[in-house]
């Protein structure tokens, strides 16, 4: 069965730094693309970055391109993402997903159907 858990999520200052993580179980997570999300509270839930599954193809959004960064360690089967910079915009659940099939990841939450339970982050002084 396939099993996505996150972890990584706190409290940190604004300009701090966090690293979430997305272990994957029940499945190679090499074999899938893998998409970060969070949603705020009383906010639909956004696409926040997702890489393909060989790792060779990412995408950010705007909000958060040049300070976050998303990478996956196939020998741990898990795939990061690294917060820089972070702003109290930033305070959200983080959740990972994969899709049903395919290498190639999106923004829209609909292009998956597995989800973790989500790593809350919260970024205030």
């Known amino acids: 069965q396939l099993q996505l858990v996150e972890s990584g999520g706190g409290l940190v200052q604004p300009g701090g730094s966090l690293r979430l993580s997305c272990a994957a179980s029940?499945?190679?997570?090499?074999?899938?693309?893998i998409g970060w999300f969070r949603q705020a509270p009383g906010k639909k839930r956004e696409g926040v970055s997702w890489?393909?599954?060989?790792?060779?193809?990412?995408n950010y959004a705007d909000s958060v391109k040049g300070r976050f960064t998303i990478s996956r360690d196939g020998a741990k089967n898990t795939v990061y993402l690294h917060m820089n910079s972070l702003k109290p915009e930033d305070t959200a659940v983080y959740y990972c997903?994969?899709?049903?099939?395919?290498?190639?990841?999106?923004?829209?939450?609909?292009?998956?159907?597995?989800w973790g339970r989500g790593t809350p982050v919260t970024v205030s002084s």
């Open positions: 997903a994969a899709p049903p099939y395919g290498h190639s990841g999106s923004l829209h939450p609909a292009w998956y159907d597995s």
């Open positions: 890489i393909s599954s060989s790792g060779d193809s990412t």
């Open positions: 029940g499945f190679t997570s090499d074999d899938y693309a």
